[in-house]
């Protein structure tokens, strides 16, 4: 029993292809030996594409599913010498750049320097930052889904268009929270006009 590999298999196809291409029909052949003969270069083609396909598809997926540490530079986080435990315990904790104010729940400042002018806007600016960052992790995190290879005859269907990046849902969040800010405002201000022009009795 002889096991062929993907690239034994689409030499193959090849090959069948360039025959049945020298394998012209000759000038007086009739319309059905020429069709025929078109259809089934065709057929072959389609295969020979199809053999390829998954041949590439196979490789990125094996490329995908490799490590990081086997595909990019070694890393040096064995050379560094290990610390105690009691270092660590000892040692300073982070700068004030982790540090999280418990008013505004902005990063880089405490409590005692914040000066926010609105501490709730500012947490839920911040909780929607969060939030579409998580978003973007969970995205890129999340495998591809495995895809049916495609039927003899037939081409894979077209791939879906890519995402548009995190940062484009940010900004049409920004925008829609700007809206509702001039809504807001306008309305207050027609409240006032109509207010001012009222007769006072």
């Not at 199809?50 to 890393?75: F, K, M």
Request: aromatic share 4%.
């Amino acid at each position: 029993m002889s096991t062929s590999t993907i690239a034994d298999i689409s030499d193959r196809a090849l090959e069948d292809l360039r025959a049945e291409i020298e394998n012209v029909p000759v000038v007086h052949a009739s319309l059905k030996n020429v069709v025929t003969w078109i259809s089934s270069l065709f057929s072959l083609l389609l295969y020979a594409l199809d053999i390829s396909t998954q041949h590439i598809s196979n490789r990125l997926e094996a490329l995908s599913a490799a490590p990081p540490s086997a595909t990019g530079a070694p890393s040096s986080i064995g050379a560094a010498p290990p610390t105690s435990t009691a270092q660590h315990r000892t040692a300073a904790p982070r700068g004030p750049s982790r540090s999280r104010c418990t008013m505004c729940h902005a990063r880089g400042h405490t409590a005692t320097d914040c000066t926010t002018a609105n501490p709730s806007a500012m947490r839920k600016r911040v909780a929607r930052n969060n939030r579409i960052a998580k978003e973007a992790r969970t995205q890129r995190a999340m495998p591809a889904l495995p895809a049916a290879p495609p039927s003899f005859y037939y081409p894979s269907p077209p791939s879906l268009p890519p995402h548009p990046p995190p940062m484009q849902y940010a900004a049409m969040a920004a925008d829609s929270v700007e809206l509702h800010r001039r809504a807001v405002q306008s309305q207050r201000d027609k409240r006032k006009r109509r207010a001012t022009m009222a007769p006072i009795t």
